[in-house]
């Protein structure tokens, strides 16, 4: 969420940061969200839709992948204030009408393309388990 109550989205470019915002946020109601990039494209869907797209998106190894905060890695900023159900990686492009087919399903974890795959749904802890069996383990911190 940005200081506009709109959905944002915030990646590397290769040389800094860029960011786009898209549809207003319906407080107190669940939110299907989406990206997709295949390596010069993304694309930003909200409940099933297509809200954003552009160029640009590059990966950053030196800096972890933040859902639900930005900033630096020193001074980290812009939390969500909210409630994460579930997070899907894939390492392939998914069309609109594969969103829409699995926005309110529970997959298994060794679905094609699938790079790490986390649900929210633990009561302690902090850490965050890829069910994929990847490895890409992380922290709800």
């Known amino acids: 969420m940005h200081d506009n109550n709109k959905w944002y989205f915030q990646y590397g470019n290769g040389s800094g940061w860029e960011g786009n915002s898209c549809s207003l946020i319906v407080l107190h109601q669940w939110t299907h969200i989406v990206i997709t990039n295949d390596g010069s494209q993304f694309k930003g869907y909200v409940n099933g839709k297509l809200e954003l797209q552009g160029s640009g998106f590059v990966e950053n190894p030196s800096r972890p992948l933040r859902i ?7 001074t980290p900023g812009d939390f969500f204030n909210g409630q994460i159900d579930e997070l899907r990686v894939y390492q392939t492009v998914l069309s609109q009408e594969e969103i829409r087919a699995e926005m309110c399903k ?15 749904d633990h009561t302690t802890g902090t850490n965050l388990v890829d069910l994929t069996g990847s490895g890409h383990n992380g922290s709800t911190l």
């Open 68 to 74: 639900g905060a930005g900033a630096t890695n020193t």
């Open 106 to 120: 529970r997959i298994a974890g060794s679905e094609d393309g699938l790079n790490a795959y986390y649900r929210f």
